[in-house]
C-alpha cells in the first residue's frame, strides 16, 4: 500500500523561503534610497490628481506617438510649476499627472492643454451682443476691408488701406480694441448657408442648437462654420455670415477643427465673433508654396518659448515669443504679407488674442503687447509656450485632496485592514487551533513579503498605492486564507478516511495542491483582465489583488505545506487535540463503526 | 436516511453527502429564478443611482469641525450659496466624531471657482486645519461612462478567457454551468445595489467585476471535488454522476462555508471602517460591492454551477445509461434485502486513488533524485509504520 510517500524535508522550502525574503529585503535597504516606505498614492498622503483624456476626432483613437509626445511636453509643463515628486504617467488614452503634497493646485490649470493655431482673421469681428442697430460708418470700413478676404488678391498695397482697431498704431488685441459694429441685420439668414451641405440645417448651427451625439455635432460645426467658401466670399456676406453666428455656449467643434479650413468662432469669453482663414493652404498645390497672404502656416509646434513680462516702452505688459524651425521664417512671410491685420491665436478652436500686426516681423522672435493686466500676460504666454500639444485633452477628473483627509483615509485603510486581520486570525484559531496558528504565521510572513514586494515595485515601476489597492490587500487576505482552508480541509478528508496525520498530509497536499492552483489561476486571471484593461484607480486594486495571488502561492509551497509536514512528523504536536482534527477522526471512526454495522446487518439477512 | 447522522452541523462538519442539494435542483432553479426576477425588475424599472463620476460635477470636502464646534450643513450651503452665487446639487454630512465631512456637491466648477470656492469655505465656516484641509474633487461626466464601458469589455473578456480556462481544465458542462453561476452572481449583486439605491461608482463597478473571479474561486473548489469523485464513474455502479457531485458538494460544503467566511471577515472590517471613519468612498463601495458579492457567490457555487453542471452532464445518453444500471443494481439489491436503502450508508471516500498514488510515487521519486539520499533518520519511522495505514 502506500509508503510514506512524499518525504519532503520542510527544511529546504523554509531555507528557500528565508532566502527569498532576505533578497527582498536586502534590495529593500541596500539599493534606492534605503527607505522602507511603499509609495502612496496622493489620496493617501494628499495632493492634486488630474486625469486628462484624449478627445478623439472622428471616433479615431489617438496614436500612441501622439499621446507620448503630449506626455512629454505635459511633463516638462509639470516641472515648470517648481514641485517636487510630480508625474505624468500614461494609461491607454489618458495621461495621469499627479502632484503630492499641499501645494498642488496648479496641476488642474494643466488640464487647459489645447490645439494652437495661428490663423489670420478675415473681415472684421463681431461683438457677440445680440443684434445692435446698424451704425451709419459700417458699410465703409467692411467695404474697404473686403480685398484682403480674397485669396488671390496679391499682398500689399491694398492690405495697408485696411483698417486697425488700434488708434494710436500700438498693436493690441481686438477685444480691448473698439469693437466695429459692422453688423447686418442678424435675422438674414447668410449666404454660406446655402452652399453648405444640404443634410445639415445650418440656420439652427448658427442660432447655436447642435445635435446630441457629439460626432453630428462635430460634423454639423464643420460642415457650416468651416465651409470652405467663407474666405472667398465678398465681405457683405462674410459679415452677413458673422451676424447670424451665436456663439455656442458649449462648443462642440472644441479643439476639433480642420486647419486647412476657414473657421467662424468666437473667443474664450464670447465676446466677439470671427472669421478666420485656414492655417495652412489646400493641399491641392492651388495656392504658392511662398503665398503667406492668407495662410500663417503656424501651429503651436512652430513656438520655441514665450516669456511674460512688463513693456519697456512704457505701462502695461507684454509676452515676448520665440519661433523656432522655420517657424520665424513663416512668421516673417505672413506679417510681411498681412501689415495692419489682425492674426488669431486659436487655442482649441477658440481665440485666446488676436492682436494687430505692425510691421514685418523678421527674426524669429515678435512681441504681442497690449492692455493685458499681468495675468493676461502670463496666461497668454502660458497658452503660447505649452498650448503646443499634438492632441487636445479633456480633463476627466481632478481631484485635490488634503493632506489631513489622506491621512485619516491611510489610518482608515490600515485600521480596516488590521481588523479584518484580527478577525481571520480570531477564527482561524478557533476552527484549526494549531494548524490556525500556522495559518496566522503563514499570513504574516505573507504580508513581510507582499511589503518589501511593494516598496521594490514603487522603486522600479512606479508602483503607487492607493484607497483602493488598499482594499485589494484586504480582499486578498481572503483569498490567501482560503489557500489554507483547501488544505486542511483535505486534511481533514484524508484523517475522515482513517489516516493518520502524518500519512494524510502528502496526499491531501497533492489533491489541495491541483485544487489551490486552479483556484488561484482563476483569481490570477482575473486581475489580470482587470488589469489590463481597467483605468484609473481600478488598476491599482487589481494589482495588489493579482499580486497577492502570487504571492499566496509562494508562502502556500514554501511556508505552509513544509511546516505542517514538520507538524505532523512531530508527536507532541500533531496530537488530534492539538492539531484540531480529532473531531474529524472521531467521525471517521463512528462512519467506519456505522457502515461495518450496516454490512453486518444486510449479511444476516 | 439513516437517523444517527447527527446535528446539522455534525453532518455539515463531517460532510457526508446527508445535503441532498443536487437532488432537489428544481426548488433552487425556482428559488434563484424568482430573485432574478426581481433583480432585473429592479435594474430595469428603477434603475441604479449613479454616482458623480457618471453625472459629473464637482465634489468638494471639508472637516465637519471648527474651532467654535461642528459646522452644520445649512452653514456650508449659505457659504457655498454666497460665494458662487448659485446653489449647491446637495451638502451632506458623513462619518463620524473627528473624522466626519462635510461633502458638497455642485455642477461642475472650473479651477477658478474652486479656487473662489475652497477660500469663501474657509473664511466661512473656519474648519479646523485651515484651507489646506479642504479637498476637491471633479469629474466630468464621461469619465464614469468611460469606467463602465471598459469594465463591460473586461468582463466579455474575462468570460472568454475563463471559459475558455475551464473547458480546458474541466469539461465544456463544467465551463458552462460557471458561467451560469458567475452571472447569476453579477445580475443579482446589481439587482441588489439597485433595490437598495445605493450610490454605484467606478468603484463599485469595479468591485462587481472582482466578484467574478472570487465567485469563480469557490466554483472551482467545488468542481475540482466534483471531477475526482466522478473519475471513472461510467464503469462503475456504485453512483450516480448526480450523487457523486452531490457528494462532492457536501464534502466541500464546510470549505465553501470556511471560505466564505474568512473573506468575508476583511470585508466586513473594511465596510464598518469604510462607512464609519470615512462615510464615503472607494472603501466603502468596494466593500459593499464584495460583501454582497461573495455571499452569493459562496451560494451560487452550491446550488446553481453544481446542479447546472449535473443537469447537462446528464444530457449525455452515457452518464444516462449508467444512471439506468445504477438503478437496476440498486433495484436489484433492495429485492436482496428488502427495505435497505442503498445510499447514504457509504463511507465518504474519493474515487480516484489511482490518480492519487500515480502522483504520489512521482512525487517521491523527484523529491529522492532532487536530494541527496536520507535514508538514515527515517529507518525507525518505516520499521515503526510499514504500511503508513490503518495505525489506530
Known amino acids: ?605 | 436516511m439513516a437517523q444517527s447522522k447527527g446535528s446539522v452541523f455534525h453532518r455539515l462538519y463531517v460532510g457526508t453527502g446527508a445535503f441532498d442539494i443536487v437532488g432537489k435542483r428544481k426548488r433552487w432553479y425556482v428559488l434563484f429564478g424568482l430573485i432574478l426576477l426581481v433583480c432585473t425588475a429592479s435594474m430595469i424599472f428603477k434603475g441604479f443611482n449613479a454616482g458623480i463620476d457618471f453625472t459629473g460635477g464637482t465634489r468638494v470636502q471639508l472637516p465637519a469641525v471648527s474651532a467654535s464646534g461642528p459646522i452644520s450643513t445649512d452653514a456650508a450651503k449659505e457659504s457655498f450659496t454666497k460665494a458662487l452665487g448659485e446653489e449647491p446639487t446637495a451638502v451632506q454630512s458623513v462619518g463620524t466624531g473627528a473624522s466626519a465631512t462635510l461633502q458638497i456637491r455642485s455642477e461642475t466648477l472650473d479651477a477658478a471657482k474652486v479656487a473662489t470656492l475652497k477660500t469663501a469655505l474657509n473664511n466661512d465656516l473656519q474648519p479646523t486645519g485651515g484651507l489646506d484641509t479642504i479637498s476637491d474633487s471633479a469629474v466630468s461626466a464621461s469619465w464614469g461612462d468611460a469606467i463602465t464601458t471598459k469594465a463591460l469589455i473586461a468582463l466579455g473578456v474575462f468570460f472568454l478567457a475563463v471559459a475558455i480556462f475551464l473547458a480546458l481544465y474541466f469539461e465544456w458542462q463544467m465551463a458552462v454551468a460557471a458561467l451560469v453561476a458567475v452571472v447569476h452572481d453579477v445580475v443579482i449583486t446589481a439587482g441588489i445595489y439597485s433595490l437598495v439605491g445605493f450610490e454605484v461608482s467606478p468603484a463599485t463597478v469595479i468591485g462587481l467585476l472582482t466578484i467574478l473571479g472570487f465567485s469563480l474561486y469557490d466554483t472551482v473548489v467545488v468542481f475540482d471535488k466534483v471531477k475526482e469523485n466522478t473519475r471513472g464513474i461510467l464503469g462503475l455502479t456504485r453512483r450516480t454522476y448526480g450523487e457523486a457531485a452531490n457528494l462532492a458538494v457536501n464534502q466541500t460544503l464546510m470549505r465553501s462555508i470556511n471560505t466564505s467566511l474568512i473573506a468575508l471577515l476583511p470585508v466586513l472590517g473594511l465596510l464598518v471602517i469604510g462607512v464609519g471613519l470615512l462615510g464615503v468612498g472607494t472603501l466603502k463601495d468596494l466593500a459593499l460591492v464584495q460583501l454582497t458579492g461573495m455571499a452569493i457567490g459562496a451560494l451560487s457555487s452550491i446550488y446553481i454551477a453544481t446542479p447546472v453542471a449535473v443537469d447537462l452532464k446528464m444530457r449525455d445518453p452515457r452518464y444516462r445509461a449508467q444512471a439506468a444500471r445504477v438503478q437496476a443494481r440498486r433495484d436489484n439489491l433492495a429485492r436482496k434485502a428488502t427495505g435497505e436503502p442503498a445510499t447514504g450508508g457509504d463511507v465518504v471516500e474519493s474515487t480516484d486513488d489511482e490518480a492519487l498514488q500515480a502522483e504520489l510515487r512521482k512525487e517521491k521519486a523527484l523529491t529522492a533524485a532532487a536530494g541527496v539520499p536520507s535514508r538514515t533518520g527515517k529507518a525507525a519511522d518505516a520499521r515503526r509504520r510499514p504500511t503508513g495505514k490503518k495505525h489506530r
Open chain 1, 1 to 605: 500500500m502506500a509508503p510514506p510517500a512524499g518525504q519532503i524535508r520542510p527544511a529546504k522550502y523554509l531555507g528557500a523561503f528565508v532566502l527569498i525574503v532576505v533578497a527582498l529585503y536586502s534590495l529593500v535597504f541596500f539599493t534606492g534610497n534605503g527607505k522602507a516606505t511603499p509609495k502612496l498614492g496622493i489620496d493617501l498622503q494628499g495632493g492634486t490628481r488630474v486625469t486628462l483624456t484624449a478627445r478623439a476626432p472622428d471616433g479615431q483613437t489617438p496614436t500612441d506617438q501622439a499621446l507620448d509626445q503630449a506626455r512629454d511636453l505635459i511633463e516638462t509643463r509639470v516641472n515648470g510649476l517648481g514641485v517636487s515628486g510630480a508625474e505624468v504617467v500614461r494609461d491607454g488614452t489618458n495621461l495621469v499627472i499627479t502632484v503630492p503634497g499641499a501645494d498642488s493646485e496648479g496641476a488642474k490649470r494643466l488640464g487647459q492643454t489645447a490645439k494652437l493655431n495661428f490663423r489670420k482673421v478675415v473681415g472684421s469681428p463681431q461683438p457677440n451682443a445680440q443684434p445692435a442697430p446698424p451704425s451709419s460708418s459700417a458699410p465703409a470700413t467692411s467695404g474697404s476691408a473686403a480685398p484682403t478676404t480674397t485669396p488671390s488678391a496679391p499682398a500689399g498695397s491694398e492690405n495697408a488701406t485696411a483698417p486697425t482697431t488700434t488708434a494710436q498704431g500700438r498693436p493690441a488685441p481686438a477685444l480691448e480694441g473698439q469693437p466695429e459694429t459692422s453688423t447686418p441685420p442678424a435675422s438674414t439668414p447668410p449666404a454660406t448657408t446655402t452652399s453648405a451641405k444640404p443634410e445639415v440645417d445650418c440656420r439652427k448651427v448658427f442660432r447655436g442648437e447642435y445635435s446630441e451625439k457629439p460626432e453630428d455635432a462635430i460634423a454639423e460645426s464643420r460642415a457650416c462654420r468651416q465651409d470652405p467658401s467663407l474666405t472667398t466670399l465678398d465681405a457683405q456676406t462674410v459679415a452677413q455670415a458673422l451676424g447670424a453666428f451665436t456663439c455656442p455656449t458649449k462648443d462642440p467643434l472644441l479643439g476639433n477643427d480642420d486647419p486647412s479650413l476657414p473657421l467662424l468662432t468666437c473667443d474664450q469669453k464670447n465676446e466677439f465673433k470671427y472669421v478666420l482663414a485656414p492655417v495652412n493652404p489646400p493641399k491641392d498645390g492651388s495656392v504658392k508654396d511662398d503665398d503667406f497672404s492668407l495662410y500663417s502656416r503656424l501651429s503651436g509646434e512652430d513656438i520655441k518659448d514665450a516669456v511674460s513680462g512688463t513693456d519697456p516702452q512704457g505701462a502695461g505688459f507684454i509676452v515676448n515669443l520665440t519661433f523656432e524651425g522655420d517657424g520665424g521664417d513663416k512668421w516673417g512671410k505672413f506679417t510681411s504679407a498681412n501689415v495692419s491685420q489682425q492674426v488669431a491665436v486659436v487655442l482649441d478652436s477658440q481665440v485666446v488674442s488676436a492682436p494687430n500686426i505692425n510691421e514685418p516681423i523678421l527674426g524669429g522672435s515678435t512681441q504681442i503687447s497690449g492692455k493685458f493686466t499681468q495675468k493676461d500676460a502670463e496666461g497668454l504666454a502660458n497658452v503660447l509656450k505649452y498650448g503646443s500639444l499634438p492632441l487636445s485633452f479633456e480633463a476627466s477628473e481632478a481631484e485635490t485632496v488634503s493632506a489631513t483627509l489622506g491621512l485619516s483615509s491611510l489610518q482608515a485603510g490600515l485600521i480596516a485592514g488590521g481588523i479584518g486581520l484580527a478577525l481571520v486570525f480570531l477564527y482561524c484559531l478557533l476552527y484549526y487551533r494549531l494548524l490556525g496558528m500556522l495559518t496566522i504565521l503563514s499570513l504574516v510572513l505573507s504580508g513581510v513579503v507582499v511589503y518589501a514586494v511593494l516598496v521594490l515595485l514603487g522603486r522600479w515601476i512606479g508602483f503607487t498605492l492607493d484607497l483602493a489597492g488598499i482594499a485589494g490587500f484586504i480582499v486578498s487576505i481572503g483569498i490567501t486564507a482560503d489557500s489554507f482552508v483547501v488544505f486542511f480541509e483535505r486534511l481533514k478528508d484524508e484523517v475522515r478516511e482513517g489516516r493518520t496525520f502524518r500519512s494524510a498530509v502528502p496526499r491531501a497536499w497533492v489533491r489541495s495542491r491541483r485544487t489551490i492552483l486552479s483556484a488561484d489561476a482563476v483569481s490570477f486571471l482575473a486581475s489580470a483582465i482587470l488589469w489590463i484593461i481597467a483605468v484609473g484607480q481600478v488598476k491599482g486594486f487589481a494589482f495588489t489583488l493579482g499580486m497577492s495571488t502570487v504571492l499566496d502561492l509562494v508562502v502556500v509551497f514554501l511556508v505552509t505545506h513544509p511546516l505542517v509536514a514538520m507538524v505532523s512528523k512531530s508527536k507532541s504536536l500533531s496530537s488530534p487535540k492539538l492539531s484540531g482534527l480529532g473531531g474529524a477522526v472521531q467521525a471517521g471512526a463512528d462512519e467506519r463503526a456505522l457502515s461495518a454495522a450496516k454490512r453486518a446487518a444486510v449479511k444476516e439477512v
